[in-house]
């Protein structure tokens, strides 16, 4: 786990300080990253600098163009804005190109039928208690944010609540991306015994990141869309919205859920 000290660094330069009207703020840092595969351009999103490696290799994995490690670097040449992945791909991407951006990450493919080529239905996974799921929002550690109110972040959570990976980025999906990512690094995927927590709404990309790397329980501090419903329900997993002051809303998989008091 990222000590206080390594995280309040990483936080540092996610940061810039900028003056305003009647003082100073300090503000999310937002800045192109072109991912290139063997050489090649595949993709462009707007992030937050840091743990860039993990973006991108957790991008790749949930578009299904790889199933492993791989070796993967920023480019010193061009200002650190580009990193390089070295190959071979799963399969052949063709001429399509990406273009994310920080709000709403690959968006339009939309068919559950994509998703569940490159994600089998959830296997059967934790049963919590439905306050452990309430409380994971304010576990979450999220230094970045603290100073700038304007970051997003993924939390990766054991069965017992405990909070063993957390990533922000301007965009929520990167936040999701670079969780996953690591997770790759460390050959933990599929995350069957873990809970992934985000600290937004729940949106379908982010229902089929996590489907994707296996986690079968899902929960998010805002409201779920109904594709995310319903891509969720399809793959057999956990989604939980509405996680503040206690309560939460479960909209699918309640089997995994002991019953409480939250609502």
Do not use: W
């Not at 992030?47 to 670097?73: K, V």
């Not at 990193?83 to 968006?107: A, H, I, K, M, Q």
């Not at 304007?150 to 609540?161: E, K, N, S, Y």
């Not at 089929?208 to 399809?234: F, M, N, R």
């Amino acid at each position: 786990m990222t000590g206080p000290r390594v995280a309040d660094e990483t936080a540092a330069r996610m940061t810039a300080t900028i003056v305003r009207d009647g003082g100073r703020d300090e503000v999310a840092v937002e800045e192109p990253l072109e991912l290139r595969v063997d050489g090649a351009p595949l993709a462009v999103t707007m992030r937050t600098p840091g743990h860039d490696e993990e973006l991108a290799l957790g991008f790749l994995f949930g578009e299904g163009l790889i199933d492993g490690p791989r070796e993967a670097g920023l480019n010193a040449e061009l200002a650190n804005n580009v990193v390089e992945v070295r190959g071979p791909l799963s399969r052949d991407p063709g001429s399509r190109r990406f273009y994310t951006t920080s709000s709403c990450g690959v968006c339009g493919k939309g068919a559950l039928e994509e998703v569940a080529v490159h994600a089998p239905d959830a296997v059967a996974g934790p049963i919590v208690d439905r306050d452990l799921l309430a409380s994971l929002p304010d576990r979450l550690r999220q230094p970045a944010f603290e100073r700038t109110g304007g970051l997003h972040a993924t939390g990766l959570f054991g069965a017992d609540g405990e909070l063993e990976l957390v990533r922000e980025d301007v965009g929520r999906h990167n936040a999701m991306d670079k969780v996953i990512g690591r997770a790759l690094l460390d050959g933990r995927l599929p995350l069957s015994g873990s809970i992934l927590c985000v600290s937004g709404r729940l949106a379908f990309e982010l229902v089929q990141k996590a489907a994707v790397a296996g986690a079968p329980i899902l929960v998010g501090v805002g409201a779920p869309t109904s594709l995310a419903i319903e891509l969720a329900a399809d793959r057999g997993m956990t989604l939980a919205g509405f996680a503040r002051r206690g309560h939460v809303n479960v909209y699918c998989g309640e089997q995994r859920v002991r019953r409480g008091e939250s609502r």
